[in-house]
């Protein structure tokens, strides 16, 4: 109550000053009391949030007035107030600004700008009045996104309008700190020129772009390179301007920061230093890591940081692990080493919170110790996978975020452990002595599973835990810009299925066995991936049948396209769970009759799904290819970024990384990796076994990689417009399901 009455005094504040003060620019704040003529500077610029605004909303954001006020105490807030035709947003910072501007469109505009899709074609030309005011208040200071895998698995080749996209949708959705990893290579790549490295030696070292984010956590090294300096000089204009843009809405730029990862030879190259072999990451050779307690750590790092400040400007949170995924200590007192590398961080940064990920055994009892825990923050990845956590406890009442890893390796998968959010993050963050301080969302790429990154986004800024039911009946109607039974009712059955898989093992769904190395007892593609389906299967295809019914005036949307193509995507993928152990069957009983006859449906229904994929342009792998082959400087070099960006969804790696776990971690059913990889490699398995079953003799053996590694290396080009009616194709998939039950 005593909350509420203070916004509302502060609202009717700045209304009187505004009223007063006679001649004010639209998007400019009066001065809070006093008789001055001359007016006061605002809280601060709110010019880069209208042109957010322009750029989403085009000429409809001339409707807006933005009001900058300062952040009180209690931190970041808006309102929303106005008439038809004229809405104001006041809020704490140009992002803020964004926020309460993307909370009208979606509560009483009515319409949805996702990640991916939106319904902005059913935007009134006059935007509606708001009802009294629209208020909310941030509940956590930190609002963190982007996993350090996102680069590489969400693509990392993309164009800086791309990415400006991506940081409007954030700022609109409530997020104020953004992990900016493009151009991480360049402050390597100068400071380290410093300590007796030559520029070729280095871009040697330097993996291409999509692989640089397991190079960052000290994984991997000289993957696809050798890149060029043109490459590397236009990532850091790239990263540059990502920041920039993020500074200028208010937004936090989180920038990789220094732990001691180092070329081979560095000990040898510099006396004093003390470097401890890292062994191997799933077959990789891992680089050294350079003692941070002796005497050259300090001088390297205050060279790293120099030259990362002096291209892209500066930032009070930098990420970074050490020892990730089994990295070893090698003697080193770890505890020594985490005060040390914050304290090279304290030097050149005073003040700057360190951000670790809360993944596995990370961070230990042991690191924590050794640093001056409120100046670290953890952004957690597994709030919601497991089950009986006690954070505070595990980490020695260390400030965290509650985070969300709901992808692994960008698969197109629907679902997520979305039921028990509101309730968790809401007992966690009122619970005596907590420590929980921000959100963290983190799936591996972004891009797919819009009502995640929604809901997720909505925690820090619900006074409460959030009705599911209500929340994805609003979200259905918003979606596709209107209100309807049918579309209503398939998110019912996708809120049922998908979206209410349980903690306890798993934090993402099943990905697809289309997907998997051919074999009979598949289960998953991936091998870390849930071998089993999380939820009931059937809520998949009776989503599809009712957006089938939405009403014709909401198909047009660019939302209902995008998520008519995934349901029936994921509807059809989910069918082949149900379809290899009768294969399997079938075979093992030596049926050859009924072994065909199911074998021309697995194919019929690969065929039928790279049709689907391949009639929206955000399931298509040609454009993935064009963008990494534009950044090439020469043609060796556009070959090489190619692979990079083609093994990255395949192989991942060399033989040994690929048959040591990594290979189709990232799979994803895309136009292109399942007409011309997926569909040819089980065509090829089961004519093995079909010529087996004719003629007693054994299959012959096949090299999967071999072949996997040929695709990978290939230069193939792939459409990059869609083809096909996506209505008709995914009506398709409903008619085969229903023809083949899978009871």
């Known amino acids: 109550m005593g909350s509420r009455l203070i916004l509302r005094c502060r609202h009717v504040l700045v209304l009187v000053v505004l009223v007063v003060t006679a001649a004010v620019a639209p998007d400019a704040l009066s001065p809070r009391g006093g008789t001055s003529s001359s007016a006061a500077a605002p809280a601060f610029d709110p010019a880069p949030a209208r042109a957010s605004l322009e750029r989403l909303l085009s000429s409809r954001a001339r409707q807006f007035t933005l009001v900058p006020v300062e952040r009180p105490e209690s931190g970041d807030y808006f309102e929303v107030s106005g008439e038809a035709g004229r809405i104001q947003v006041q809020g704490t910072s140009p992002a803020t600004l964004l926020a309460g501007a993307g909370r009208y469109l979606e509560r009483v505009a009515g319409v949805d700008i996702g990640w991916p899709g939106d319904s902005l074609g059913r935007l009134p030309a006059v935007l509606p009045a708001v009802p009294g005011t629209l208020t909310r208040s941030a509940s956590v200071p930190h609002r963190y996104a982007l996993n350090d895998t996102d680069e590489g698995y969400s693509g990392a080749y993309r164009d800086f309008e791309t990415y400006r996209r991506d940081i409007d949708l954030m700022a609109l959705h409530g997020v104020n700190e953004v992990f900016v990893p493009t151009g991480a290579e360049y402050p390597y790549y100068r400071a380290l020129q410093e300590f007796g490295y030559d520029a070729a030696e280095l871009r040697d070292w330097i993996p291409a772009p999509g692989h640089q984010a397991w190079w960052l956590l000290q994984n991997i090294s000289g993957f696809a390179g050798p890149v060029s300096e043109q490459l590397i000089e236009g990532r850091a204009a790239l990263g540059a301007r990502i920041a920039r843009q993020l500074r200028s809405l208010g937004m936090t730029p989180v920038l990789p920061g220094y732990f001691g990862t180092v070329p081979p030879g560095f000990a040898e190259r510099n006396p004093g230093a003390v470097t401890v072999p890292q062994g191997k990451w799933v077959e990789f050779e891992r680089p050294d890591w350079l003692n941070p307690t002796g005497p050259v750590f300090d001088r390297l790092a205050a060279a790293y940081y120099r030259v990362q400040r002096e291209r892209f400007g500066d930032s009070d949170m930098f990420k970074m692990d050490l020892l990730h995924e089994g990295g070893a200590a090698g003697g080193v007192d770890v505890a020594a080493a985490a005060g040390a590398v914050q304290r090279a961080l304290e030097a050149s940064h005073p003040g700057a919170t360190w951000v670790l990920l809360g993944w596995q055994r990370n961070p230990t009892p042991k690191l924590l110790s050794g640093v001056d825990r409120e100046r670290v923050l953890i952004v957690d990845g597994v709030s919601d996978r497991y089950n009986g956590l006690d954070r505070e406890k595990q980490w020695n009442s260390t400030p965290y975020a509650f985070g969300t890893i709901p992808n692994f390796g960008g698969h197109t998968s629907i679902g997520a452990n979305t039921a028990l959010w509101g309730e968790r993050f809401h007992t966690w963050l009122t619970k005596p002595g907590s420590k929980l301080r921000g959100i963290a969302y983190l799936p591996e790429a972004t891009g797919g599973n819009p009502a995640v990154f929604e809901l997720f986004t909505e925690?820090?800024?619900?006074?409460?835990?959030?009705d599911q039911r209500a929340w994805f009946a609003?979200?259905?109607?918003?979606?596709?810009?209107?209100a309807d039974p049918h579309a209503?009712?398939?998110w019912e059955q996708l809120r049922l299925g998908p979206y209410s898989t349980p903690a306890g093992t798993w934090g993402d769904p099943q990905d697809s066995v289309f997907a998997a190395r051919p074999?009979?007892?598949?289960?998953t593609a991936a091998l870390w991936s849930p071998p089993f389906s999380r939820y009931d299967a059937t809520t998949v295809e009776r989503a599809l049948s009712e957006l089938l019914r939405v009403a014709p005036a909401l198909r047009t949307t660019d939302a209902y396209r995008h998520d008519?193509?995934?349901?029936?995507?994921?509807?059809l993928t989910n069918r082949g769970r149900v379809l290899l152990p009768r294969i399997k069957a079938a075979h093992d009983a030596e049926d050859l009759e009924r072994f065909r006859t199911l074998v021309r449906e697995w194919n019929s229904h690969l065929e039928l799904l790279g049709r689907l994929v391949g009639s929206d342009r955000r399931f298509m792998l040609g454009p993935w290819l064009e963008s990494a082959r534009s950044r090439g400087a020469d043609p060796a070099e556009r070959d090489r970024l190619e692979y990079d960006v083609r093994s990255i969804l395949t192989t991942w790696g060399g033989r040994g990384p690929s048959e040591g776990g990594l290979r189709?971690?990232?799979n994803r059913e895309w136009d292109g990796l399942v007409r011309d990889l997926y569909a040819p490699r089980w065509a090829a398995?089961?004519?093995?076994?079909d010529t087996a079953l004719a003629t007693g003799r054994a299959p012959v053996a096949v090299d999967w990689f071999a072949k996997d590694d040929a695709w990978a290396r290939d230069h193939r080009r792939y459409p990059t417009a869609p083809t096909g009616d996506f209505q008709a194709l995914a009506e398709e998939v409903r008619t085969v399901l229903a023809e083949a039950p899978a009871a």
């Open 664 to 666: 189709d971690y990232a």
């Open 488 to 490: 209503a009712a398939a």
């Open 685 to 689: 398995y089961f004519a093995s076994l």
């Open 519 to 523: 074999s009979l007892t598949a289960t």
């Open 564 to 571: 008519l193509v995934d349901v029936a995507r994921q509807a």
């Open 474 to 482: 609003d979200y259905a109607a918003r979606r596709y810009g209107g």
């Open 459 to 466: 925690l820090a800024w619900e006074p409460g835990p959030v």
